[in-house]
């Protein structure tokens, strides 16, 4: 019965995102044109961008395909039913690569149909918008749930398992989950780069040299911007959430499996609901899409908000009874914690309530409606350094409270039900998914929307209209980052305990006190690795960004008319920059975390690792947080001055929050959102080999 009720939910998801395919595709361009010759600009700019969008992706998932074949190769030498958990990695980031393709693909039709449509009316365009959002969504989530489903199943039925535990049974389908977080660390780091590389060029030497509007068709790297909100916040942001889904999920099966067979569970419910969690979440997402409507200006962000803020009340509603029925007056024992049906509720009710004032806490450091952002641009009107004194101070206050609401819910989830409890809150701050996605992935299409409508020259009313989509996609973008921020960090402390589960498992005990050099060195490394992941990934972005800012000069020294408007700019060579330099500077991010526990839990054993986890998860998130928080800060300064305060477009404030804005691009776009990767693949990585590092692991330290 929770098979097939999993397996028709996440069909259930994969339908509504066909449906909602349907309908943009449907949507012409022609009906929103006001002329043939507009019709061909506007095909002529998105067909630009969806082609260096493609090209980005088919060169990312070459290198991809060629580390994704060396790692499986690795993890079948290595752990216990190796190439059976192999195989469950590859198929996991064939699932995430599938499902950032057909994000990106979705992306790159909406958004020109998003500008067309806004010459009908404001709500027209919107739909658009949040329909092609919602593509991603539910596609993404369904893809997570029927691939955990299906992997599930067919474990049992791979040659060389006979007599397998269930507790075997779920460390292979963590192989999953592991797959779909290594191709999030390509397209988060990679796509991060791209992206930043791209705005950073096109802003610099645009904007503030040349004077010229942003998403002006003169600047030759605006098409490499376009692109780049594609594939940072699209193909990245979806495949870091996939990840996110999987590694929650298979985390709890882990510490979930370890305590049900210890008490000789029949009662196959318990065994899969964290699957079910997820499944219900779809249902309450998709209850929510009905009051999702905007018909001016000022209610676009209100009706997005509503959308999150519903879906969390019906998943809170329907947790209950689900829970109920699938523990009954079950119960099982996690460490000297029972689990039962009244405490698995009250975790994931606590994850889902925390993973919503998360977001609304990311809100207030960041919308320009509220106070923090206001000081920022006020600062401004002293000059650039301010502007970035003022936004650091806003990014370090603003880690406060998302800590503290993640503590609590760490504290509640263990008190009710142990570290399976832990995991739940991962679940529970995970379970609404399917539209905190389709939010997120609204921004970056209503954003191409206003680029390809600026580059048409469709008009200044038309301009208004998109701005207003994509100044709510702004605000709801940088609640989806602190959204994926805490849930990163849960997971990642959910992998951590399942990883702890299964290193004690078998009777082996782990001393994990603080007074321990093992376990304090291990602390003092991993609050290091964040710090140097971040400073490969800034500096990636200024060389990436020093390369294109660069080659738009050289096209505004050597093309005759271009400035004029009379000459077409070299779009290809930026998007080609933007490209190869995005591939090669996100190798040795990637190896740092890859090889990182691999190193330490080989060479120094399970207690340094554990301290590794913990370390690096402190500091990732309040860095995290930190910079993603003051990034948006600095953009939303800059576009609260150019609504005409403190002299608006042009003037000195304007100039110094552009500066701030630039410093805070690679902040909120490339280093801060990488950090979740960190987290949780180095925490996935270790729950994978486990097994391996207890079996043969410290061999400089015995």
Known sequence: MIIMSILGLGVLSLVVAFVFRSRVVAVRIEDGAASPEEVSRLTEISTAIAEGAMAFLSREYRVLALFMALFAVLIAATVNHGWQTALAFVVGAATSVAAGYIGMRIATIGNVRTASAARVSLAKSFGVAFQSGAVMGFGLTGLAVVGLILVWLGIPYLPGLEGMTMEAHMEILSGFGLGGSAVALFGRVGGGIYTKAADVGADLVGKVEAGIPEDDPRNPAVIADNVGDNVG???????????????????????????????????????????????????????????????????????????????????????????????????????????????????LAVGLIAGLAIGLVTEFYTSHRYKPVREVSDASKTGAATNIIYGLALGYNSAVLPMLLIAISVVIGYTFAGMYGIALTAIGMLGTIAVGLTIDAYGPTSDNAGGIAEMAEMGKDIRKRTDALDAAGNTTAAIGKGFAIGSAALTSLALTSAFLTRAQAGGNTLSLEITNPKVLAGLLVGGALPFAFSAMTMKSVGKAAFAMIEEVRRQFRTIPGLMEGKAKADYAKCVDISTAASIREMIAPGLLVILSPLAVGFLFG??????????????????????????????????????????????????????????GDPFKDTSGPSLNILIKLMAIISLVFAGAFAANGGMLLK
């Open 606 to 663: 399970v207690q340094m690792l554990a301290g590794l986890l913990i370390g690096s998860l402190i500091v990732g998130v309040m860095l995290a947080v930190s910079m993603a928080n003051s990034g948006g800060a600095w953009d939303n300064a800059k576009k609260y001055i150019e609504t005409g305060v403190h002299g608006g477009k042009g003037s000195d404030t304007h100039k110094a929050a552009v500066v701030g804005d630039t410093v």
């Open 233 to 347: 916040d699209i193909a990245g942001m979806g495949a870091d959430l996939f990840g996110s889904v999987a590694e929650s999920t298979c985390a709890a099966l882990v510490i979930g499996a370890v305590g049900y067979e210890a008490a000789g569970g029949t009662n196959t419910n318990i065994l899969l609901f964290p699957m079910l969690v997820n499944g219900v979440g779809i249902v309450a997402s998709l209850l929510a899409l009905p009051f999702v409507r905007a018909t001016v200006e000022e209610k676009v962000e209100g009706a997005l908000k509503n959308a999150l803020i519903i879906s969390t009340l019906l998943m809170l509603v329907a947790l209950y009874p689900v829970t109920n029925w699938a523990f009954g007056s079950e119960s099982f024992m996690v460490g000297d914690i029972s689990v039962n049906a009244w405490g698995v509720f009250v975790a």
